[in-house]
Structures are given as structure tokens and as C-alpha cells.
Nanobody, 125 residues
Framework: QVQLVESGGGLVQAGGSLRLSCAASGRTASDYMMGWFRQAPGKEREFVAGISRTGGARKYADSVTGRFTITRDNTKYTVYVQMNNLKPEDTAVYYC??????????????????WGQGTQVTVSS
């Protein structure tokens, strides 16, 4: 089992940047595909970005491509998402997740096995 703790959320103006971190403990973080999801009030949780075990493969939602970058540092058991040019529609609770899938970066909520508690990101216009 792995425990995930997100940090780095906050309030930022439109056009600004934030970097979220997800620290993993328990089993070695490099055993898992990792992903970021978000959930806005009244909406379903949606995929934002995902990264393979070694970091060699990444996937992004169309809405964040070109603005967000997911990375991981397996020596620190930490996954990051750098969010640039933030928009009010990026406002949501952001969740880190770990998946035991082996062959491709998963994008569905159901494909992830462990979740963090979430961190709030609010983008003002």
C-alpha cells in the first residue's frame, strides 16, 4: 500500500503559476504509475495528467496540454505538476493518485488504486 500527500495548492490570479507536489510513502513510489486529477464543485473528478514509472511516458488532458507539466523524482518519492497560465476554470480540488497498471498511463478514475486527500487550487479572474 502507498500513502499520498499533496501540497502546494492555493489562491492565484489568472495567468499565474503553481506547482503541486505529491509525496508518496509506503511501498516504493516507482512501483506505480502516477496521476493528477481534479474535481470542481458539482462536477465529476477528471483526469489532468499522468506519468509512467520511469517518467518516460506522459499523458495530459486536452484542457491543460501546453500549460501543465507532470514530472516525478523517484529518489524523493515525489510527483509534481507545474501549472502555468492558470485560468479560472482550473479552479478545483486537485488529487494525486497511484496506479498499479503496468503497460500504459491510465486516465480513468477506476484505474487508480490509491488517492491523496486533495489540495485546493483557486484561480481568480
Amino acid at each position: 500500500q502507498v500513502q499520498l500527500v499533496e501540497s502546494g495548492g492555493g489562491l492565484v490570479q489568472a495567468g499565474g503559476s503553481l506547482r503541486l507536489s505529491c509525496a508518496a510513502s509506503g511501498r516504493t513510489a516507482s512501483d506505480y504509475m502516477m496521476g493528477w486529477f481534479r474535481q470542481a464543485p458539482g462536477k465529476e473528478r477528471e483526469f489532468v495528467a499522468g506519468i509512467s514509472r520511469t517518467g518516460g511516458a506522459r499523458k495530459y488532458a486536452d484542457s491543460v496540454t501546453g500549460r501543465f507539466t507532470i514530472t516525478r523524482d523517484n529518489t524523493k518519492y515525489t510527483v509534481y505538476v507545474q501549472m502555468n497560465n492558470l485560468k479560472p476554470e482550473d479552479t478545483a480540488v486537485y488529487y494525486c493518485a497511484a496506479s498499479q497498471r503496468k503497460f500504459w498511463v491510465p486516465v480513468l478514475v477506476s484505474e487508480y488504486d490509491y488517492w491523496g486527500q486533495g489540495t485546493q487550487v483557486t484561480v481568480s479572474s
